[in-house]
Nanobody, 123 residues
Framework: VQLQASGGGLVQTGGSLRLSCAASGRTVSSYAMAWFRQAPGKEREFVAAISRSGGSTYYADSVKGRFTISRDNAKNTVYLQMTSLKPEDTAVYYC?????????????????WGQGTLVTVSS
C-alpha cells in the first residue's frame, strides 16, 4: 500500500488543521492506521492510532482531547483533525499502516509509511 499525507501548513496557536492520508494500491480497510510526528532535532513520536474498523482509537497524552483520528474506508483515507494547536505541535506528521492493531504506539509495528506533511504552529 502507498500512503500520501497532505493537509499540513502554517497555523497560529489555537488554530485547527485537518490532515489526510490517502491510500492506494490496497484498500486502507486492511490496515490499522496511525499518525506519528517528528519535530526538529527530536525522535519520531506516536500521535494517534485507529483500528481497521475504526472502532478503537488511541492517543498520546499530549494530544488527547485536542486531536481526533478517523477513517473513511470507502474513500480509502484516514484523517487527523487537530484543534487547539500549540507551538509544540510543530512537526512533520507521518501516516503509517500496520497489519494489526496491536501495541499501536510502537513505530516498528508499521510496515508502510507516507512521506510526511509539515505542520507549523506559530506563537
Amino acid at each position: 500500500v502507498q500512503l500520501q499525507a497532505s493537509g499540513g501548513g502554517l497555523v497560529q496557536t489555537g488554530g485547527s488543521l485537518r490532515l489526510s492520508c490517502a491510500a492506494s494500491g490496497r484498500t486502507v480497510s486492511s490496515y490499522a492506521m496511525a499518525w506519528f510526528r517528528q519535530a526538529p532535532g527530536k525522535e519520531r513520536e506516536f500521535v494517534a492510532a485507529i483500528s481497521r474498523s475504526g472502532g478503537s482509537t488511541y492517543y498520546a497524552d499530549s494530544v488527547k482531547g485536542r486531536f481526533t483520528i478517523s477513517r473513511d474506508n470507502a474513500k480509502n483515507t484516514v484523517y487527523l483533525q487537530m484543534t487547539s494547536l500549540k507551538p509544540e505541535d510543530t512537526a512533520v506528521y507521518y501516516c503509517a499502516a500496520a497489519s494489526y492493531y496491536s501495541d499501536p504506539t510502537l513505530s516498528y509495528k508499521y510496515s508502510y509509511w507516507g512521506q510526511g506533511t509539515l505542520v507549523t504552529v506559530s506563537s
